[in-house]
């Protein structure tokens, strides 16, 4: 029998399968607002400023996005250990390529607006 990922990429078409739970993520609100921010500053951003970064958005909506992006391998979270702990957050590889990938659409988007 085959499985539903076999039965789903039968097509001509482009499948994606083994992305759906990586869209549903980068889908949110914020997230690719939050990939573009981290993608521009190398050093990355610790919480606090990364919100005021982006001007609206909650520090749970920041906080839920985060986590989904570090769990998605988009996002490193990185405990520096001191009192208090320092956390600061940056781009994986993949995310450094997602984010070199959604330029072009955040430009287009812009130029929109």
């Not at 083994?18 to 919480?47: M, N, Q, T």
């Not at 909506?61 to 009192?83: P, Y």
């Amino acid at each position: 029998m085959e499985s539903e990922d076999e039965v789903c990429c039968d097509t001509e078409e482009p499948c994606l399968c083994p992305v759906e739970g990586l869209i549903d993520v980068v889908s949110k609100k914020w997230a690719i607002c939050i990939i573009s921010h981290l993608g521009e500053e190398e050093d990355g951003y610790r919480f606090n400023e990364l919100q005021r970064s982006l001007n609206g958005i909650s520090p749970k909506s920041l906080s839920d996005r985060l986590k989904e992006l570090n769990e998605e391998g988009l996002v490193n979270r990185d405990v520096e250990e001191s009192v208090p702990p320092k956390v600061t957050y940056t781009l994986t590889q993949d995310g450094r390529e997602l984010h070199e990938k959604l330029k072009p659409l955040v430009r287009w988007v812009n130029q929109r607006a």
